[in-house]
T-cell receptor
Framework: GENVEQHPSTLSVQEGDSAVIKCTYSDSASNYFPWYKQELGKRPQLIIDIRSNVGEKKDQRIAVTLNKTAKHFSLHITETQPEDSAVYFCAASVASGGSYIPTFGRGTSLIVHP | DVKVTQSSRYLVKRTGEKVFLECVQD?????MFWYRQDPGLGLRLIYFSYDVKMKEKGDIPEGYSVSREKKERFSLILESASTNQTSMYLCASSYRLNTEAFFGQGTRLTVV
């Protein structure tokens, strides 16, 4: 099955700095790559996603890049703010039984210091 | 607004008990999932279902079973709870093709 590696496990930055989280995946058939943010005590929620026919996608301060050849994708957050502090999960979706099943990375705990 | 609702926020059960975790979604999603979340291990898939009465094993199905009798409801069953099943359980749902997964609020299960 699919295997997703996510790094780093913890990332500490100062407010206003940029943060980058990287993921690699193993199954070249994966074609949908979402990122979820989970604030303390809350459910994971989608913040951005990218499909395999696109190399980069941006939404205000967050962006995701995808390199299908190397099988890695990254989340970039610019001008970080304390409210960006959360656990971020990447995922890669591969087809199984006619449906697409996301496999998640282990998560990155982002801490933004004011 | 999509709603995925899990029946309990917190549960405490005894070793050997049969435990039912219920999940209901209101968006007519075909796919439903049960994940287990443990610190440092991320979200690990226990079972998923892509249609009523259909189920597929995920990465860690041992000790669990599931039931999907209606499209909107997906139940996770711990046949005989053990202490190593103490964890946060998250239900999610999505449309069949590659789309966003919507999560429930989670059930923190403690087995004593």
């Amino acid at each position: 099955g699919e295997n997703v590696e996510q790094h780093p496990s913890t990332l500490s930055v100062q407010e206003g700095d940029s943060a980058v989280i990287k993921c690699t995946y193993s199954d070249s058939a994966s074609n949908y790559f979402p990122w979820y943010k989970q604030e303390l005590g809350k459910r994971p929620q989608l913040i951005i996603d990218i499909r395999s026919n696109v190399g980069e996608k941006k939404d205000q301060r967050i962006a995701v890049t995808l390199n299908k050849t190397a099988k890695h994708f990254s989340l970039h957050i610019t001008e970080t703010q304390p409210e960006d502090s959360a656990v971020y999960f990447c995922a890669a979706s591969v087809a199984s039984g006619g449906s697409y099943i996301p496999t998640f990375g282990r998560g990155t705990s982002l801490i933004v210091h004011p | 607004d999509v709603k995925v609702t899990q029946s309990s926020r917190y549960l405490v059960k005894r070793t050997g008990e049969k435990v039912f975790l219920e999940c209901v979604q209101d968006m007519d999603h075909e796919n439903m999932f049960w994940y287990r979340q443990d610190p440092g291990l991320g979200l690990r898939l226990i079972y998923f279902s892509y249609d009523v009465k259909m189920k597929e094993k995920g990465d860690i199905p041992e000790g669990y079973s599931v039931s999907r009798e209606k499209k909107e409801r997906f139940s996770l069953i711990l046949e005989s709870a053990s202490t190593n099943q103490t964890s946060m359980y998250l239900c999610a749902s999505s449309y069949r093709l590659n789309t966003e997964a919507f999560f429930g609020q989670g059930t923190r299960l403690t087995v004593v």
